[in-house]
């Protein structure tokens, strides 16, 4: 457990987790560091990441990848990602490579940022939920949401502005479910697409306000 923490003004503020038990990151301020990589991976146990602040960093992403075990819980919540000045490069609310039957939530985060906000990535169709996060580009770059692999997501009431695409929903299976939902998102003022469908993916989308992208 690692909770109500200052890492600031750093060379190297990473915080480096493998193999653990259950393991819980809560409350912890992440500010000014040169290098701000939050990895946790190979994992045994549940992970819960939430109520934390990482600002200022000229360098990071926050990565949950690889395990161990199946049937495990990830919450990513209530986080707040300000990638500061323009010469940084905050990357993405990472999650990828879980085993089968995984509970994926990533909700109620606010990421203000060049790279993609969220990113998942799947091999064992688990249905991840990406729900109430809001998620604005400094630079019109990247993508707000993506998701990849074989992953079956709900993608839920977001709001997503200022990126260069707004959400992507990839499945590489062809023989697969390639289920997913999206609805009730906000999705305006990026540079590209609003929404797009890749590969054997079969979304339901509906109910999404899609404005001032310059394509669908």
Not at 6 to 12: D, E, G, P, T, V
Not at 70 to 97: D, K, R, W
């Amino acid at each position: 457990t690692m909770r109500r923490n200052k890492i600031s003004s750093c060379k190297n503020g990473d915080v480096s987790v493998r193999e653990s038990g259950s393991l819980v990151f809560e409350d912890n301020e992440i500010s000014s560091n040169e290098r701000a990589y939050i990895q946790i991976r190979d994992l045994r146990a549940d992970v819960s990441i939430k109520n934390n602040t990482f600002s200022n960093n000229k360098n990071g992403y926050l990565s949950i990848e690889s395990a161990y075990q199946e049937n495990l819980s990830v919450l990513v919540e209530g986080n707040s990602i300000s990638e500061g000045g323009s010469n940084n490069y905050f990357g993405s609310i990472q999650v990828g490579s879980m085993r089968q039957g995984t509970e994926i939530l990533i909700q109620n985060n606010t990421i203000e940022n060049r790279g993609d906000g969220i990113y998942v990535n799947d091999y064992y169709n688990n249905t991840p939920k990406i729900l109430g996060n809001t998620i604005k580009g400094t630079q019109q770059q990247s993508t707000g949401i993506n998701v990849s692999g074989k992953t079956k997501a709900t993608i839920e009431n977001n709001t997503i502005e200022n990126k260069q695409n707004g959400i992507r929903v990839e499945y590489n299976d062809a023989n697969g479910d390639g289920s997913s939902v999206i609805k009730g998102n906000v999705i305006k003022g990026n540079s590209g697409y609003g929404i797009r469908v890749e590969n054997y993916a079969k979304p339901v989308i509906s109910l999404n306000d899609i404005e001032n992208n310059n394509g669908y």
